[in-house]
Nanobody, 114 residues
Framework: QAQFVESGGGLVQPGGSLKLSCAASGVRISDYAMGWFRQAPGKERERIGYISIGGHIDYLDSVKGRFIISRDNAKNTLDLQMNSLKPEDTAVYFC????????WGQGTQVIVSS
């Protein structure tokens, strides 16, 4: 059983919005610094943002002001609200613990295209 299951991806036009969700099992996300990662075609996986145990959130400059990371501790989910999407945001998106990395899930694909 996957510890992280990402969902919410899809096809969206530039300027549109999507909300991704990461459902965790076997781990309590509030006990770990959690990050969102993405891997674009032909590119290495990169961390686009994270939320610390204490709730501090930071992002790559390329998504800052457009993406919002949040936790829902009751649901044990990590969410990513993506606004003003650009074609360069096209990638498979993953979640994982930042330091105690678990096996990667399948991710959810986001395609931003006209």
């Amino acid at each position: 059983q996957a510890q992280f299951v990402e969902s919410g991806g899809g096809l969206v036009q530039p300027g549109g919005s999507l909300k991704l969700s990461c459902a965790a099992s076997g781990v309590r996300i509030s006990d770990y610094a959690m990050g969102w990662f993405r891997q674009a075609p032909g590119k290495e996986r990169e961390r686009i943002g994270y939320i610390s145990i204490g709730g501090h959130i930071d992002y790559l400059d390329s998504v800052k002001g457009r993406f919002i990371i949040s936790r829902d501790n009751a649901k044990n989910t990590l969410d990513l609200q993506m606004n003003s999407l650009k074609p360069e945001d096209t990638a498979v998106y993953f979640c994982n613990a930042v330091y105690w990395t678990r096996p990667w899930g399948q991710g959810t694909q986001v395609i931003v295209s006209s």
